[in-house]
C-alpha cells in the first residue's frame, strides 16, 4: 500500500537530482521500472480558480493539475459541498490523464497533503493502490532546491481500467451505527460549534471525537509514525469500534484515514458527505461544545 514518498526519492524519481537515498519507514521508494506521474493537488476553498493559477504559476516539473472541484469532486448538493464523483468519470479523467494500470502516482499539494491525500484515497477508490502522497508538498520541494516549471505537460490517453475498491465508506444512514467511534477532522472550536465559517449549521454529529488534521502534521510534513500512534492511543478509541472518519465535506477527513494507516492501524472508513451532507437534513441530531 502506498502511504508518503519522500522529496529524496520524488527527486531522484523525475531527475531533479543525480544521487541521494530515498528515506525509509512509512515513505515507500518508487520503482524504477515504472513511469510514475505527478498531480498537483493544490485548491483553495472558496476560490474555485486559485488551485489552477498556482500550479500555472509554478509546479513540480512534469506535474498535471487535479482540481478539487473540477475532477475530485461532483457537484455540491444534498450529498454535501464535495461529493464523491461517479467511478467511471473519474475513470475516463484518470484516463485522460494519461493514467495507467501500472502507474504509480504521486500527489501533492502546497504543504499539508489535505488536498494531495484526496486523490490519494480516490485512487484507490478506483482500485489502484500504486499511489503516494509527497510529504512536505510543493513548499518541501521549493525550500530543498528542486526546479519548479510553467510547462503544461500532457501526456497520450491511458488505459486506466476500474477495479474493486481499496477504500472502505460509511454512508450517512450509517453514520450513527452503534458500533461506529467517529472522528471529526476539523479545527476543535468548528466542532464545538463556536465558530462555522463554511456551513449554515455549526456543532458536530452526536458522539463523535475531535480530532482536528492539522494535528497529524509538523511544519509541512507528517509527523513520525510512533508519534501519531501514540497521539490515536490518547484517544482510547475502542478496540472493537469500527473507526469513521469525517469532517466538513469529505476532504480533510482523508488526512486522518492517511494519519491512522501510518500509525499502523485498520484503514478506518471515511463518510464522504461529512458534516455539509449531515445538516441538509433538520431531523439530524447535532451536538455543540
Same mark, same amino acid.
Given at each position: 500500500?502506498?502511504?508518503? /514518498?519522500?522529496?529524496?526519492?520524488?527527486?531522484?524519481?523525475?531527475?531533479?537530482?543525480?544521487?541521494?537515498?530515498?528515506?525509509?519507514?512509512?515513505?515507500?521508494?518508487l520503482?524504477? *521500472?515504472?513511469?510514475?506521474?505527478?498531480?498537483?493537488?493544490?485548491?483553495? +476553498?472558496?476560490?474555485?480558480?486559485?488551485?489552477?493559477?498556482?500550479f *500555472?504559476?509554478? !509546479?513540480?516539473?512534469?506535474?498535471?493539475?487535479?482540481?478539487?472541484? @473540477?475532477? &475530485?469532486?461532483?457537484?455540491?448538493?444534498?450529498?454535501?459541498?464535495?461529493?464523491?464523483? $461517479?467511478?467511471?468519470?473519474?475513470?475516463?479523467? #484518470?484516463?485522460?490523464?494519461?493514467?495507467?494500470?501500472?502507474?504509480?502516482?504521486?500527489?501533492?499539494?502546497?504543504n499539508?497533503?489535505? #488536498?494531495?491525500?484526496?486523490?490519494?484515497w480516490?485512487?484507490?477508490?478506483?482500485?489502484?493502490?500504486?499511489v503516494?502522497?509527497?510529504?512536505?508538498?510543493?513548499?518541501?520541494?521549493?525550500? @530543498?532546491?528542486?526546479?519548479?516549471?510553467?510547462?503544461? %505537460?500532457?501526456?497520450? @490517453?491511458? !488505459? #486506466?481500467? +476500474?477495479?474493486?475498491?481499496?477504500?472502505?465508506?460509511?454512508?450517512?444512514?450509517?453514520?450513527?451505527?452503534?458500533?461506529?467511534?467517529?472522528?471529526?477532522?476539523?479545527?476543535?472550536?468548528r466542532?464545538?460549534?463556536?465558530?462555522?465559517?463554511i *456551513?449554515?449549521?455549526?456543532?458536530? /454529529?452526536?458522539?463523535?471525537?475531535?480530532?482536528? #488534521?492539522s494535528?497529524?502534521?509538523? $511544519?509541512?510534513?507528517? =509527523?513520525?509514525?510512533?508519534?501519531? =500512534?501514540?497521539r490515536?492511543?490518547? &484517544? *482510547?478509541?475502542?478496540?472493537?469500534?469500527?473507526?469513521?472518519?469525517?469532517?466538513? %465535506?469529505?476532504?480533510?477527513? /482523508?488526512?486522518?484515514?492517511?494519519? +491512522?494507516? /501510518?500509525?499502523g492501524?485498520?484503514e478506518?472508513?471515511?463518510?464522504?458527505?461529512?458534516?455539509? $451532507?449531515?445538516?441538509?437534513?433538520?431531523?439530524?441530531?447535532?451536538?455543540?461544545?
Amino acid at each position: 500500500m502506498g502511504l508518503l /514518498i519522500s522529496q529524496e526519492t520524488l527527486a531522484l524519481e523525475t531527475g531533479a537530482l543525480e544521487t541521494g537515498a530515498p528515506e525509509t519507514g512509512a515513505t515507500e521508494t518508487l520503482a524504477s *521500472d515504472s513511469r510514475a506521474m505527478v498531480f498537483d493537488c493544490r485548491s483553495h +476553498l472558496g476560490n474555485l480558480t486559485q488551485g489552477k493559477k498556482d500550479f *500555472d504559476a509554478g !509546479h513540480i516539473p512534469g506535474a498535471q493539475h487535479a482540481d478539487l472541484d @473540477q475532477h &475530485l469532486a461532483s457537484a455540491a448538493g444534498a450529498g454535501g459541498r464535495h461529493p464523491l464523483p $461517479e467511478r467511471e468519470v473519474l475513470a475516463d479523467q #484518470f484516463q485522460q490523464w494519461g493514467i495507467n494500470p501500472t502507474t504509480r502516482i504521486i500527489c501533492y499539494d502546497q504543504n499539508n497533503g489535505a #488536498f494531495a491525500a484526496r486523490l490519494w484515497w480516490l485512487c484507490r477508490w478506483l482500485g489502484h493502490d500504486e499511489v503516494f502522497v509527497l510529504d512536505g508538498g510543493l513548499d518541501g520541494w521549493v525550500r @530543498q532546491g528542486h526546479p519548479v516549471s510553467t510547462v503544461q %505537460s500532457t501526456f497520450p @490517453q491511458g !488505459h #486506466f481500467a +476500474l477495479k474493486p475498491a481499496l477504500t472502505n465508506i460509511c454512508h450517512v444512514a450509517d453514520v450513527l451505527g452503534s458500533s461506529n467511534t467517529l472522528l471529526d477532522a476539523r479545527d476543535s472550536a468548528r466542532y464545538r460549534g463556536e465558530v462555522e465559517p463554511i *456551513d449554515p449549521v455549526a456543532g458536530h /454529529i452526536p458522539g463523535a471525537i475531535s480530532v482536528p #488534521f492539522s494535528d497529524n502534521i509538523s $511544519e509541512g510534513y507528517f =509527523k513520525p509514525a510512533s508519534v501519531l =500512534k501514540q497521539r490515536f492511543e490518547n &484517544l *482510547d478509541l475502542a478496540p472493537n469500534s469500527p473507526l469513521v472518519c469525517y469532517c466538513g %465535506s469529505g476532504v480533510t477527513a /482523508i488526512h486522518n484515514v492517511l494519519a +491512522l494507516l /501510518i500509525a499502523g492501524y485498520p484503514e478506518p472508513a471515511l463518510y464522504p458527505g461529512s458534516w455539509s $451532507e449531515w445538516i441538509t437534513d433538520p431531523d439530524r441530531p447535532i451536538e455543540t461544545a
